[in-house]
Each structure stands twice: as structure tokens, then as C-alpha cells.
């Protein structure tokens, strides 16, 4: 099986196994697939979770395009070459309960080719990161500590790398760099060569992916049943509006998504199903609330 063919396999099994996972989580609600071809070349299967008993909405989305390079990608991804390659798995979870954090998960590969079709350029990309609304130190440690251990095995550099990648990435710079949420780790253009070829960054990519379901999964079998408020949901849904703002303003996948016509429905599942925007809102000092906001101004250590 070559590399392309490879990750493919492993993108789509990835994605039947966390499907079942989280549904077995949530108890009630099954994923509906929506299959989708992309005119230009390729397509995905996009699966959504909506209404259900844990979570209020969620997609685990693979999508395998290909195309021509255009200008405008030259001009605004600042990529060459003639045609291009990506596959990869993306997944966002919102929950109802707002002890349950949200978790976004993207691992994919890219390829460029010359006008003879010819592999000119691949790098892989990716990472996990969590965004609660209350702050549980247990569950960020558990979080870190799983990804760190992934990390460890392959290069010890990685972890503090990575995790300072997610912690000046996720970040709203337009709010005094806020972050989005308590981080992760994050990578990309991470290219083959003599040190660390092909089949590491694969085999790297995929322990990373198949960690989602220890590293989450926990979490919320953990939280799901915590007694909640109006009060709570009022400020869950005030930190969905920096999520939204977020992947709408800085998501490099976002972006390349729209700027290769890719399929909307698709790009945008990332979104919540509510927020609130209300003017220069800031929970009273002292509060749970505001001990996430601060934990969200300044990155703090949480594995070992």
C-alpha cells in the first residue's frame, strides 16, 4: 500500500472508531452520514451528532480532495507547485453539560505535485486541544498528560514544542490574545527528511489520533451527569462566541477550506449551535468563571 493510500485507510477507520465511541458516550443519539463529492476533485463523509444526550451538536468529518493549485492559493496559502493532495479527519464536539468541555481534533497530510504530476512536496499537521468552560484541573492534566506520553514516545522535545504551538495558536488576538481554551498540542508543515521520514510522521499522526478517545472520552463519562444552571449554560454559551470567533477570524483550515471552494456544510460544522455576543461582558473577579478567563490569558503547565 503506498503513503497516500495508507493514510486514507487510516483516516476512515479512525473515524468509524471515535464515531462509535462517542456514541456509546452519549447513549441516545447515532452520527448521520452525509457522503459529498467536491466538483473540483474528491470528497468526504461528513457524520453529525446533534440533540443528543450528552452532545448538542458534534461532527467527526474525513475528506479525501485533490485539485489544481490556483492563484489565489498561491497568493494567500503561500504554496506552489502545479496540483495538490489532502486527506484528514477532522472533529469537533459541543457539549450540553457545561462541566463537559469541548474538543477539537484535526490530523491530515497534504501533497503538492509538479506539472508532471510528480510528488514535488508532503508535510503532516494536526493536533487536539480542549476548550472547557469551567476550569477541572484534574481533567486538564489527564488531557495533557495523555498527549505528553504520545509525544514522549517518539521525541521528548515534542510535547513542549507542540503544546507552546497550540498555546500561541488557539488564541484570539484581536481580545488582548485571549485563547480559546486551555490547549493541546498543535503542528504543522512538518516535513519528511533524514532524521524522521514518511513513516514516522505517519506512524506520529496516528498514535496522536487514535489518543482522542483516552484523552476525551474519560473526561466526559466523568462530567456528563454534574448538576448544571441557567446561570452555567449563560456562560458556556458566552465562551462559544470567542470559539466562533475564533474559527471564523484565524482557522488556517477555515481559511484554506473557503479559499479552495471547499463544501460549507462541512467547513462550518465546527460551529456551535448556540452562543451569545452580549457587549464587553466579564464575569465578576473571583468566580469560577473568571478562573477560566484568567487560565485563558496566560498558558500554564499542566503534565508532569
Known sequence: MNVKDNWIAFIEALQDKICRAVELSDGTAPFIEDKWERPEGGGG???VISNGAVFEKGGINTSVVYGEVTNPMREQLKIGGDSWFACGISIVLHPINPFVP???????MFELYDDKGI???????????LTPYYLLEEDAVHFHTTYKNVCDGFDPSFYPLFKKECDFYFVNKHRNNERRGIGGIFYDYKKPDDQKDTGFWMAFGKACGEAFIDAYIPIVEKRKHTPYTGAHKHWQEIRRGRYVEFNLVHDR??????????RIESILMSLPPTVRFEYNYQPPA???EDKLLQACLVPREWAG
Open 119 to 129: 510528488l514535488a512536496d508532503r508535510w503532516f499537521g494536526g493536533g487536539t486541544d
Open 253 to 262: 483550515g477555515t481559511i484554506f477550506g473557503l479559499k479552495t471552494n471547499g
Open 102 to 108: 469541548t474538543v477539537h481534533c484535526n490530523y491530515r
Open 286 to 288: 473571583g468566580t469560577e
Open 45 to 47: 463523509r461528513t457524520r
